[in-house]
């Protein structure tokens, strides 16, 4: 009888990735394809012409006032009263005072310390009353 020839198979204890940074580029082409980026939306703002100056009554801006604690100061025209108000109150103060005064404008004005959301939160409220004309101003002293 004869020798026969056999020969040992040795089973690898490791995984092939030879193809796996072809994969991974694949992947990554594949998801920048196919993702879909959200467009920004937020409150349409109409800028004045440059040199465009329009004289405003004062008895038509309801003054607010952002506070760095989130509280919000309101002043009527040119009345001196300042009423303190919590920014989700606005849209029904607003409501309010537009039925009164149809011509009213709203002038916002932030603390330079305030976080951004509490400017954000009393231009939702003025969005949500459906206010049109809103002023955005620099606070010059509080």
Known sequence: MGILNQKKTKVSDQIPTASMAD???LLLIFFLVTTVFPKDR???VVLPEPGQETEVS???ILHIMVRTDG??????GESTSIQQVRANDLEAIWRHEVTANPNLIAAVRTHP???HR???DV???LQLAGA???SLQMLEEF
């Open 123 to 125: 231009l939702d409220a």
């Open 58 to 60: 004062p008895k038509n």
């Open 118 to 120: 509490f400017m954000i």
């Open 113 to 115: 310390d305030a976080p």
């Open 42 to 44: 937020g409150l349409a």
């Open 132 to 134: 049109e004309r809103i």
């Open 71 to 76: 509280i919000v100061d309101l002043r009527r």
């Open 23 to 25: 994969i991974a580029f």
